[in-house]
């Protein structure tokens, strides 16, 4: 089992900055894949970044891409998202996810077995 919980969110303006941190327990990140994936409303969950088990490579979408970036910290055992270059788009529910297994498929909400509950970011024009 892992436990997932997010924080960070908020209320920012375009052009701004956040951080979201995903704390993890049950399992040590540096074991795990990680992923952010982000809910509009009416729409589905897409995904934003990813970090492999090794923590060695990353994956971010082409939206996000050069504005976003997604780290970790094994003494902490959390994983951030730092989001910079804010734009009202981006606006949304952002979710953590944790892949332990074997058959991660960093992209799709299918391949993540442990989810946080969300957190709130909304950009302000």
């Known amino acids: 089992q892992v436990q997932l919980v997010e924080s960070g969110g908020g209320l920012v303006q375009a052009g701004g900055s956040l951080r979201l941190s995903c704390a993890a327990s049950?399992?040590?990140?540096?074991?795990?894949?990680m992923g952010w994936f982000r809910q509009a409303p009416g729409k589905e969950r897409r995904f934003v970044v990813a970090i492999d088990r090794s923590g060695g490579r990353t994956y971010i979408a082409d939206s996000v891409k050069g504005r976003f970036t997604i780290s970790r910290d094994d003494a902490k055992n959390t994983v951030y998202l730092q989001m910079n270059s804010l734009k009202p788009e981006d606006t949304a529910v952002y979710y953590c996810a944790a892949d332990p297994g074997g058959s991660w498929r960093y992209w799709s909400i299918t391949g993540y077995d442990y989810w946080g509950q969300g957190t709130q970011v909304t950009v302000s024009s």
């Open positions: 049950g399992r040590t990140v540096s074991n795990v894949a």
